[in-house]
């Protein structure tokens, strides 16, 4: 006659219990620490993305307007006034469908560095009398340095533009293009060279 050997049934003893919640708890915690570095690292990069659109915005802004500069005297008198932070010119193709709107297709806009950051600024109609109001809206912000310098045709022998000389600074005619330098406090100084259309130094 067989002999069947009872097997009482046994649970997990205390320790067992205790180096499971233990084990768990380290996994959760080293999940937790991958997840929060995972989401700190995407805000930081939509971050830095939607400060780089905003540059890229700007940049774009700045080159539409320079490009359609024309030679047609400011408030200043001049066809470009540029001096440390300020920037100001007449500029065309501004958008007026068969005349619909009670102004022309020309527009006085100015740029200016104005409590850190950079302003664009336009008026309504081209011979701006001392009472009216410009438009304006910030162009790009944290910026620290705005400068401006006329550029003539050619370039020195490591292709880089030539600066006008001193005189040139006050021109009669266009310049071939300008020359942007920001500095800003995300993405450092900046320098840009910008083509005016039909710009030439007499």
């Known amino acids: 006659m067989s002999k069947f050997v009872r097997r009482e049934a046994r649970g997990f003893t205390l320790v067992e219990v205790l180096v499971t919640v233990v084990i768990m708890a380290v ?84 740029y200016i560095l104005r409590d850190g950051n950079l302003v664009r600024e336009h008026f309504t109609f081209v011979d701006v009398s001392e009472s009216s109001e410009p438009f304006s809206r910030v162009v790009l912000e944290d910026v620290d340095g705005f400068e401006v310098e006329f550029l003539r045709a050619g370039a020195d022998k490591e292709g880089r533009a030539v600066p006008a000389p001193e005189q040139a600074l ?33």
């Not at 408030?75 to 005349?99: D, H, K, M």
């Not at 995300?186 to 007499?202: A, C, D, K, P, Q």
């Open 170 to 202: 006050t021109p009669t005619s266009l310049p071939p293009g300008i020359e942007i330098t920001l500095d800003t406090q995300r993405w450092g100084r900046i320098t840009r060279v910008f083509l005016i259309n039909g710009g030439s130094y007499e």
């Open 27 to 110: 996994i959760g915690l080293a999940s937790a620490a991958v997840i929060n570095a995972i989401m700190r690292t995407s805000e930081q990069s939509e971050k830095a993305i939607d400060q780089l659109q905003k540059l890229q915005y700007a940049m774009l802004i700045l080159e539409q307007d320079i490009r359609q500069i024309v030679p047609r005297d400011n408030p200043t008198g001049l066809y470009i006034f540029a001096e440390e932070g300020r920037l100001g010119f007449v500029r065309s193709g501004w958008f007026n469908p068969q005349g619909l709107f009670p102004r022309s297709e020309l527009q006085p806009v100015a």
